[in-house]
């Protein structure tokens, strides 16, 4: 496997100005790289924004009673907190912008199959975040429906959901378009020599994501428009007085959200995957099924909606075909598990920071999944359904896994975007913070839902004061951790470059190739004459 030569350099990306500058060089720029950072930059933004209002909603479960604000209030915050956090960091997640920066690189390519639609994914992308604002700032008050807009109350409510509804299917139409890239891309745009099983295990990650993005992403883009529908023209899909069913909102939306999982954690699983292959220092073990696991969980991930309306009266064989189902899609997820600490037997493990993300991933990953087992069972699913257990595998799952995979990649891969390293004792004190914090924040979650605190409640019972407020102790420490992680960062990025070309002694085609990478990626296009992750030689 060749690449370009680390003593001759080209101009990098971050330097090239091209036709025009400022701004306007990031913002028409149709680089694959820049457009990555682009996603990456908002990402983070909606992220803070995200986590300032999760603070503000644990305040208020500090104690029983009311605290700094109303019912209202609470719901439309815990609304918009649920918005910003799925559709404008989660499900872009990893894939539109680590994706974005690396699939062209990883398969030695110069660039994704279509540049302007890439660019063009972006604006949707902004243009959906900027509809969903002004949903929130405007006429009657940001949506108080949660983030899942139920039907009816989506259609009764008198609060802005019109314009929340509509931003969220413009993200969608992001979302198609970039799949569809990545899917030419992945199959048009390969080095020669490169076949799909030399391909970097991020590749196949993001190839099973693509599917589920142009395949799944479509069936909610209706079902918003429906519900935009019944409002303004009254028809009554999903209303009951009208002859709708309000049921069959919830299989359109989630027979996409549930696959929707798999879009945040497919990508967070594909870069642990190199994470942990370039830090213990061997061949991974078992690629192919590695490989498999990542269709597989694509496959099986559209047929096991029906797990969250087992309360929604819906027939006892659906109930048993579905939870079978349930239980079969966490076959691939463990063999991910299982490849990967064997991956780690008997390797010459570096404990750099990107391996110890990967390794608080994969402790938080395995609480949500297995977590996630007692909700895919009809009988523990009916006790829990509704509850802060929810709350808690929900965030064990999304955030504890896509973001702090996130975090992973951009602690991995930023040498390679910017040629700069940041602090290692910062980032590996941030993680200690983040993951006791994580831990306290959701872990009593558990418990209370257990004890039966119904979610999405401002206030609760005595019973539940305690463990409340050990939650919104943990969601402190949690905050002030992110912080310390991101501010390292920035730092880091006002620093001088260093020589970051390959600073972990990886293997696949980005750590050939200068830091920052080039325009253009390649001087020439390389050729793949080696099996992937194969050990270099001396």
Known sequence: ??????????????????????????ILSTDHKRIALLYLYSQIFFFLAGLV??????????????QIMGPQAYNAL????????????????????????MIPIMIGAKDVAFPKLNLFSWYLFIAGAVIILVGIFSGDGPPDTGWTFYAP??????TNVVLSVFGAFVLGFSSILTGLNFIVTIHRMRAPGMGFFRMPLFIWSLYGTAWIQLLATPVVGITFLMVVADRMLDIGFFDPAKGGDPVLYQHLFWIYSHPAVYIMILPAMGAITEIIVTF???????YKAIAMSSLAIAFVGYLVWGHHMFTSGMSETARLVFSFLTFLVAIPSAIKVFNWTATMYKGSISLEPPFWWAMAFIFIFMIGGLTGLILGS????????????????????????AGIAFFAALHYWYPKMFGKMYNKKIANWGLIGLFVGFNTTYLPMFFLGFMGMPRRYYDY???????????????????????????????????????????????????????PPSLENFEEIPVIDREPYELKSK
Do not use: C
Request: charged share 15%; aromatic share 12%; proline share 4%.
């Open 1 to 26: 496997m060749t690449g370009n030569s680390s003593t001759h350099r080209l101009p990098s990306y971050l330097e090239y100005q091209g036709k025009y500058t400022g701004i306007r060089a990031w």
């Open 53 to 66: 209002m999760g603070l503000f909603m644990k305040l208020e479960l500090i104690a029983p009673g009311q």
């Open 78 to 101: 815990f609304t918009v907190h649920g918005l910003t956090m799925i559709f404008l960091f989660i499900i872009p997640g990893l894939a539109a912008s680590f994706g974005n920066f």
């Open 153 to 158: 109350y989506s259609l009764k409510t008198n």
């Open 280 to 286: 213990s220092r061997r061949t991974v073990f078992g």
């Open 378 to 401: 009809v009988s523990t699913d009916v006790h829990v359904h509704d509850t802060m257990f929810v709350v808690a595998h929900f965030h064990y799952i999304v955030f504890g896994g």
């Open 461 to 515: 019972l005595p019973q539940f004061a305690d463990l409340n407020l050990l939650s919104t102790v943990g969601s402190w420490i949690m905050a002030s951790s992110l912080i310390l992680v991101i501010v390292n960062l920035l730092r880091a990025k006002k620093g001088t470059p260093e020589e970051m070309d390959d600073p972990w002694g990886g293997r696949t085609l980005e750590w050939t190739i200068e830091s």
